[in-house]
């Protein structure tokens, strides 16, 4: 069976310099690829024009530049951009820009589907299609910079599209490094922000790389036995570890660590949530995101009504626990896209990223 050539994309510029010494090419001709790719966007190797023209030929003999391919985008009237893009194996992943929360942010995947089966969670249901390469965690960012105009412009990265970014630990890895390298975008990590539901292992592995983005934790419940009913993986990782791990972590100075909890109706939403929500993160440098469910068909819970939203958020407010309500943007876009992607014959992610991809904008109350 015939193998796809290798993707440059997806190399780091000491790799790609190897692989041009390979070819019997000087190396600094690795990192001017590396540029054309990442900074410039040019992904045909005819284009490169400061190579050799033989270069430029050997090279597009042997190898590829994969970019995923804008396949539908969809712009609300608040500004958020949904991006629908298809990969060389025709899966179709999304991404998502969100200005001005008060960065620009792209919010971006790592995986399609996710094998963690949150309950409240689409892509969940979906399970694990496949992980995405370094190279189509780069690409994302790279055609969505380059089509916002962004490229060569300061913006931030979420790690909150579909997937678990530590299920696909050495890609994102990988992707994090290839997007820090000022020779390509230049995103340094401090403006990347990874969400995980709590990879023990991987999250203690993250806490020893060089690179560090910011943390996310998706705690959503305050007991064992409510977060295992949601998160399924709390099973074999459960609160207090997931906790302890958390006050491990090397938080950089004057940062914190963001706690994600999706507010689903009556079942973890009641004060006395709020309150074990705030003693779980005492010592812990953290805030709290709160996410009010977005209901979409085949989830089995509802949100709960803004006043209840602002009670939950006004008790740990209260505690000097600092919070956030993200609400949704991009409500329209998410109107006119009723059946996007379908895998495996089932409705995907697609509608609920765009419909969870809330800026943390609007401030609970004080
Ligand atoms: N797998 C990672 C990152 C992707 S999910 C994680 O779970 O952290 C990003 C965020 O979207 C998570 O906090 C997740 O709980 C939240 N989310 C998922 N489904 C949602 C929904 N229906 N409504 C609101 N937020 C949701
Ligand atoms: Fe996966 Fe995150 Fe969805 Fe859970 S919430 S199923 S970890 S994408």
């Known amino acids: 069976m015939a193998t796809s050539p290798l993707n440059l994309a997806e190399l780091e510029p000491v790799a790609l310099e190897k692989t041009l010494a390979e070819l019997g090419a000087p190396a600094f001709h690795g990192r001017q690829i590396f540029a054309w790719i990442h900074r410039r966007g040019v992904t045909r190797f005819e284009a490169m024009t400061d190579l050799p023209a033989g270069l430029r030929q050997a090279l597009a003999e042997r190898f590829a530049i ?41 919010c971006i995947s790592t995986q399609v589907g996710c094998a963690m089966g949150c309950a409240f969670c689409l892509t969940g249901k979906m399970g694990l299609v496949r992980n995405l390469t370094a190279g189509e965690i780069v690409g994302q960012v790279r055609v969505l910079a380059h089509h916002t ?16 970014p530590l299920h696909n630990y050495d890609a994102t890895m990988q992707a994090l490094r290839i997007l820090a390298d000022p020779r390509g975008l230049g995103v340094h990590p401090r403006r990347v922000t990874l969400s995980t539901v709590g990879l023990i292992p991987a999250l203690e592995r993250l806490a020893t790389e060089p690179l560090m983005p910011n943390l996310a934790i998706s705690l959503h419940a305050t007991t064992d036995p409510a977060r295992t009913a949601l998160v399924p993986l709390n099973r074999r990782y459960d609160l207090e570890a997931l906790l302890d791990a958390c006050r491990r972590f090397p938080v950089r100075r004057r940062a914190r660590i963001t706690f994600e909890y999706v507010l689903l109706a009556g079942v973890n939403d009641t004060p006395d949530d709020a309150r074990r929500l705030v003693r ?31 009670a939950f958020a006004k008790i740990l407010a209260d505690k000097g626990v600092r919070v956030l309500v993200r609400r949704s943007r991009g409500r329209d876009i998410r109107a006119a896209c009723g059946q996007l992607i379908v895998e495996g014959g089932r409705k995907s992610a697609a509608q609920q990223l765009a419909d969870r991809m809330a800026p943390a904008a609007d401030a609970a109350p004080r």
């Open 149 to 164: 105009g962004l490229a060569g412009i300061a913006f931030n990265i979420v790690l909150m599209g579909m997937g678990e």
């Open 280 to 310: 779980l993160l005492d010592g812990i440098r953290a805030k709290v995101n709160l996410l009010p469910l977005n209901e979409a068909p085949g989830i089995p819970f509802r949100r709960p009504d803004d006043a209840r939203v602002n």
């Open 66 to 106: 994969y970019t995923p391919q804008l396949e539908r985008v969809d712009q609300s009237t608040d500004g958020t951009t949904k991006f629908l893009l298809r990969l060389a194996d025709d899966r179709r992943i999304e991404s998502v820009y969100i200005p001005d929360t008060p960065a620009q942010t792209f």
